[in-house]
């Protein structure tokens, strides 16, 4: 076993003579590589026809790992159909939200709920556990790859009816959820219920519904469908293999599917990650922090980055020089225990033939991308088992909720505009770079661990989640929420009552109305001394026991407030009525934190991103990571020793980061 992060990436040897081989296992050796994630896409490999199989080729990489002392990853290879399963099985392919069924191409092309998908994958998925299940290699289990997308067959028409049935039991109960008497949709019979798409409820796309709540459902039925064949395959691979763990690797906030479903099931979470262009190092470290909350805090696996490049993209920027280190240490600041690369080697041909790789089509190791690589490689050998297993001791929560991200983005009215992920991100960034760690959790989690728990749009409210919030503030802790919270029930009925529903009695307001104006339309909100912008949507707050901490300063609601607090209890719940910006958001956060103490003692430097994990042997690690291309000046705030260039530091003294620097504190 290696006591040391996992280091590594998709390996697909099988595209290449065994020559190749050689040079890639010598090259590994030298950037330190210890984990290959396999057969990722050996189905048509592994399995020529429907009566055969084949395992020479994967034998003989799994063999060869062994030999060179690395381990792998084995995947199981159903994520991209061979062509003669859809030949002879037409229905597998996926019929699209335009109702057209598709022919054999692409990958992530099956259908969830086919019968002979299911048949075929969990059979290769028990051959490949029976025969791999005590080799040596093997490290952990990948089913599939990145599952998503959405059929609308006949066969997942029915599947869905299935599924609703188990759920409402009774017409009544589902015609009642899904407020049908509206539009004269009242079902009289379950085969009259079709998934909701571009032929049946869908205008403009699949974000605009007449019923929100069929489509909706259609989400959740997705999110169950593909668990479903997660679930199947995780089953026989169990049936020979009792231990080794089992994941699947996740896209970070990808909104068609709940993760916190699929959360119970992995045995530890991994997840590819691929910042958008221009993202802030916030929005991966938002990801990372949601993949750390789905195994309450358990290490994660970064299963794949680019060491260099996309290909997908229109324009696919390289990574600067010390962007893929500091992109790696951000994942093992956030919780990553793993730190793998699409991909080792790049493919000859394929749409990806210009992806980044570890070795390039040349199988150079002189290479700028191989020099870092290597060097990272050191790195984290040197780091050995330091963070293994380490936790996030944070005292603040985000709650991250699926279906509010659905609800919202799905209603007409009030405003389009409006995206969940970018409100949640704001608030999220606001608390990071004023150095606070936090939890993104479900709305499930138990929320006695924080002082702080941030709600922002928080449209949907369910079970007893006002009560558990009420009672964070009553105990002296801090709840906020925003603008579109509380409006609707868990099928998306409002709530016969005072906006914000459930949440008004800790907010201590009354919402009767709510301007949306376009993104050129700029609200002044006075906080304080401070002005900031705000735009999308204005609620006009009555405050019923809340005090107004920021006014409007326009239109016919100048003067009224655009930000309250409320004592409650021993503490306070934080109404935000708009969409502040950046600037708006740090003042209402800060001022949040500061109650508190969790004010992080760098948090006048924002560019310098600060990360606790404890180890399990009780010392505490502060990753400090310079996200500038300039040398960052810092006082420690205390004395401590970083770990990568073992140079100790006394409280007080002077701590110089790097240009895009990264520095791993011991504290003493
Ligand atoms: C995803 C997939 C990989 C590869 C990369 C390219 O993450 O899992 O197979 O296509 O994207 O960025
Ligand atoms: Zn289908």
Known sequence: MTHKIRYGGDYNPEQWPEEVWDEDHRLFTRAGIDTLTVGVFSWSLTQPAEDTYDFTVL???L?????????????TGTAALPPWLAKAHPEVNRTDFEGRRHRYGQ?????????????????????LAERYADHPALLAWHINNEY??????????????????NKYVTLDALNDAWWTTFWSHRFTDWAEIEPPNALTEHWRGPDHTAFQGITLDYFRFTTDALLGCFLAEKEVIRAHDPDTPVTTNFMGMFRPLDYHRWAPHLDFASWDSYPPLDAPPTWPALAHDLMRGLKDGAPFWLMEQTPSTTACRDVNPLRRPGELRLATFQAVAHGADAALYFQMRASRGACEKYHGAVIGHAGRDDTRVFREVAELGRELELLGDASLGARTPARTALIFDWDSWWALEISD?????VKYQEVLHAYYRAAREAG????????????????VVLAPVLHMVKGDLAARLEAVAARGGTVLTTFLSGRVDEHDRAFPTDVPGPLAPLMGIRVDEWDSRPQDVVQPVELGEFEAEARLLFEIVQPRGAEPVGTYGADFYAGTPAVTRHAYGQG???YVATALDQPGVDWVIRRILTRHSLLGPYAHQPAVETATRVAPDGSRLLFLLNHTADPAHLTAHAAATDLLTGKRVGEGEPLTLDPRGTAILRIQ
């Open 59 to 61: 034998d003989r990489i």
């Open 63 to 75: 063999d060869r790992a062994a030999a060179e002392g690395r381990q792998v990853c084995l995947a």
């Open 107 to 127: 990958r992530h092309n099956f259908c969830p709920s086919s019968p002979a998908y299911r048949r075929h994958a969990t059979a290769m998925a028990g051959c």
């Open 148 to 165: 998503g997308g959405v059929c609308y067959c006949d066969v997942c028409a029915d599947a869905f009816r299935e599924w609703l049935r």
């Open 413 to 417: 009215g009030p405003s389009r505009l």
């Open 436 to 451: 606070a760690d936090v939890d993104v959790v479900p709305h499930t989690a138990d929320l006695t661990p924080y002082d």
């Open 572 to 574: 306070e719940g934080w």
